[in-house]
């Protein structure tokens, strides 16, 4: 329940962060990639006519649904209705890529355009504040937070998140075709499949975890270090400091790198253990028919099918373990967003309306007479006394 309830806020804090930006904005999204999803159908079901014909065409002539498909068109001779089955396979496998293609342009253009609008919004925000507020922060922190966790909770979690919802979309109506074709089969491979990535997920969510830390750590790490070095350059110059920053900021950066090789492995690595057990369900279900006396014209449409649904349900199947790992693994960045974003919006010691003269050109000084300072006085927020 404690991890339901996590994955619950973190689908709430994604969509706090987006709704600024529109709904409408989000919708569209949502709604290609349900187009995206149906045209995949679309896609497979296409090929099944021109494997019938191929298989038996006087079979398909006499069926319901071969007079019903063939009534869409002029008397014709079985070349000649191969011929235009298979157009209409190639045709409805292209449109399925298109449409594919687009959805994907779609989901990337959305993330790009939010993350740019995100980081203005953050940066205005920050740029707002008074003095005392950055005495307070330390402006490595504050560069990460507009320029690293942005860019990677937009490529790391959102859209990650929207292609999750995408790929889930996909194989579900897959899921739903090849069990109008062979419901045994599809709900044996839903429940294997389905089966195998739950448990590998929940096997390696440990060490998620840790890459989730180690991350956090140390991409902040990187960008303090190397800010303190170089925003205080004269110094550390003066006091030969060179090798100390360099140390600090090395450290951090081999944690990095070994957790960059992590992250792929976690990512891909169920990918080669679940194609041999894809392709011998497969098998095993050609043989299954085959004992049952099934004529081979019979099952090589069936065959065709769930081999082309499959071609595409292991690619979405593979892509959304991929997406919820990545998610998962860098899932710290939706906290540092959040937590600026929620900080900057709830601010009340600066009103909206005063953003503009705060970021508004100074008014040029006029000299008239002479320069006169009076009870002029500093002290930093938490010194007990002042400095000026």
């Known amino acids: 329940m404690p991890r339901f309830t996590h994955n619950v806020d973190l689908i709430r804090r994604v969509l706090f962060l987006a709704r600024p930006y529109g709904r409408a904005k989000l919708g569209l999204v949502f709604t290609f990639s349900f187009t995206q999803a149906l045209f995949q159908v679309i896609g497979i079901t296409s090929i099944f006519p021109f494997l019938a014909i191929a298989a038996d065409p006087n079979r398909i002539r006499r069926s319901h649904f ?23 396979a190639i045709a409805g496998l292209l449109a399925s890529n298109a449409v594919n293609l687009l959805a994907e342009y779609v989901r990337t253009r959305y993330t790009q355009n939010f993350g740019h609008w995100l980081r203005v919004r953050l940066l205005r925000r920050m740029a707002s504040q008074p003095y005392s507020y950055f005495l307070q922060r330390n402006s490595g922190d504050l560069l990460k937070k507009i320029l690293s ?9 959102l859209l990650p998140l929207l292609d999750t919802v995408a790929r889930a979309l996909t194989a579900a109506l897959l899921l739903a075709t090849l069990f109008l074709v062979q419901p045994v089969i599809a709900l044996s491979a839903a429940i294997v499949l389905g089966g195998f990535y739950v ?3 929940r096997l390696l969510a440990r060490k998620r975890r840790e890459v989730d ?9 990187v960008f303090r270090e190397a800010q303190q070095m170089l925003a205080g350059i004269k110094p550390v110059k003066v006091h030969r400091a060179e090798e100390h920053f360099l140390n600090r900021f090395s450290r951090h950066s081999a944690v990095l790198a070994r957790t960059g090789t992590r992250m792929p492995i976690f990512a891909n690595s169920t990918r080669y253990l679940v194609e041999p057990l894809a392709f011998g369900g497969l098998v095993v279900a050609v043989l299954l028919l085959a004992a049952r006396g099934r004529d081979f014209s019979d099952i090589l449409p069936n065959l065709g099918v769930m081999a082309l649904a499959g071609y595409r349900l292991l690619p979405s199947l593979q892509l959304l373990y991929g997406q919820l790992t990545s998610i998962s693994s860098v899932r710290h960045v939706v906290d540092e967003v959040y937590g600026e974003f929620v900080a900057a919006e709830t601010d009340k010691s600066i009103r909206p309306e005063s953003i503009s003269d705060v970021l508004a050109p100074a008014r040029p000084l006029r000299w008239s007479d002479a320069i006169i300072l009076r009870e002029v006085g500093f002290r930093y927020p938490g010194a007990p006394l002042p400095t000026l």
């Open 149 to 157: 966790d942005v860019a990677n909770y937009t490529n790391g979690v």
């Open 199 to 201: 448990i590998i997920f």
């Open 66 to 88: 071969g007079t019903r498909f063939l009534g869409l068109f002029p008397p014709m001779e079985d070349r000649q209705l191969l011929l235009v089955a298979g157009i209409i």
């Open 213 to 221: 830390e180690n991350l956090r750590i140390s991409v902040s790490g």
